[in-house]
């Protein structure tokens, strides 16, 4: 079953073959398949979402930012081990201070930031080994 999403009505297809034979704006390539739960829709996509930051998997070995601020502490050093829980820098951000902590036990590889630095969200902050 192929659903198509044309200017907010959605018509639900049961052959498949109709969706490829639609003219629509002479096969605009705007016009993207997209799957959703199994389900598939026929739609169109704006410049804005084309050019969107694609979802990328997250790297468990990587410290990053989840808001922008500045950075006010760091408490430890490459090489340093850490236990779950341990405080690894200090943000401030909105005049709010979070503690930035450990997510397992590990090793600290690499400290991206230095103390006093303003950073946007999703900044690489320190990596673990």
Not at 10 to 27: I, R
Not at 55 to 62: F, N
């Amino acid at each position: 079953m192929i659903r198509v999403l044309l200017k907010n009505m959605v018509f639900h297809l049961s052959d498949p073959n109709f969706a490829k034979n639609l003219n629509m704006e002479d096969n605009n390539p705007k016009y993207q398949t997209f799957v959703v739960n199994s389900a598939k829709y026929l739609t169109l996509t704006t410049t804005k979402f084309d050019r969107r930051k694609k979802w990328q998997k997250l790297d468990p070995k990587e410290i990053r930012s989840f808001i922008p601020g500045s950075i006010i502490e760091i408490f430890v050093t490459p090489g340093q081990q850490l236990k779950a829980g341990e405080v690894i820098l200090t943000l401030e951000a909105m005049k709010m201070y979070t503690k930035v902590t450990m997510p397992y036990d590990g090793v600290i590889k690499s400290i991206e930031v230095t103390k006093g630095n303003k950073i946007p969200k999703d900044t690489l902050l320190a990596t673990i080994e």
